[in-house]
């Protein structure tokens, strides 16, 4: 690929269940991006807080945060139902994401062809990004996709209740105090509700290339 060595920033938001990881993982993959996904720190940070006796405070937060490496957010221990949960809590905390902000600069610093997917990448960590892009998806959709997900922890759980789940932590999301989950101005919207798997890659890999190579003639 001719322009795979040209700096470029793509800043990814979107709520749970709404394409953004899958999305992203994507576009790393095929135009050779460094993947940032910053759910992922929050949940390291909760795992370390549950080793730790459920005892924190901004000294402990930013201990932790100083040596996170790419490897630790890999770990399969940070998809634990207990880690998920308290990793939504700990988001809204303004030192936890002042902490975890500062890794996601440096990595930013150090890096001139990544992809960061998250709720805030656009309007807080990346503003300067050469593409932003917001994914969405309604909620009955999304409740569809993540039904599975959640029956691995509760075999009995309905559609309804992945739902009513989805919904308390979307609005929890865009109600926050700390960073909210907001669509900002210049952002690409996508939404998967009616796009297949093949369709939003298909759908993502024209906007990426396109901003790409409009970047290369000097149009952006």
Do not use: H, W
């Amino acid at each position: 690929m001719k322009n795979k060595n040209i700096p470029f920033k793509i800043a990814i938001d979107g709520s749970s269940a709404s394409g953004k990881t899958t999305g992203s993982k994507f576009i790393s993959k095929k135009f050779k991006l460094k993947l940032l996904t910053s759910g992922k720190l929050y949940r390291f940070i909760a795992l370390k807080i549950l080793k730790n006796n459920n005892k924190y405070n901004p000294q402990f937060i930013n201990k932790v945060s100083k040596k996170i490496t790419l490897n630790n957010l890999n770990s399969k221990k940070i998809f634990m139902q207990k880690v998920t949960e308290l990793a939504s809590s700990i988001a809204k905390i303004k030192y936890v994401r002042n902490s975890l902000k500062n890794f996601q600069l440096n990595f930013i610093k150090k890096n001139k062809r990544i992809v960061i997917e998250g709720r805030d990448i656009a309007s807080k960590i990346m503003p300067e990004a050469d593409l932003k892009i917001f994914f969405k998806c309604s909620l009955k959709e999304k409740a569809k996709r993540r039904l599975d997900e959640y029956r691995k922890i509760n075999k009995n759980i309905k559609l309804k209740d992945v739902e009513k789940a989805l919904k308390l932590r979307d609005f929890s999301d865009k109600s926050r105090k700390e960073s909210p989950l907001l669509f900002v101005k210049g952002a690409v919207l996508i939404d998967t509700t009616n796009l297949s798997k093949k369709k939003t890659e298909a759908k993502l890999f024209k906007l990426v290339n396109r901003r790409i190579i409009n970047k290369i003639n000097g149009n952006i």
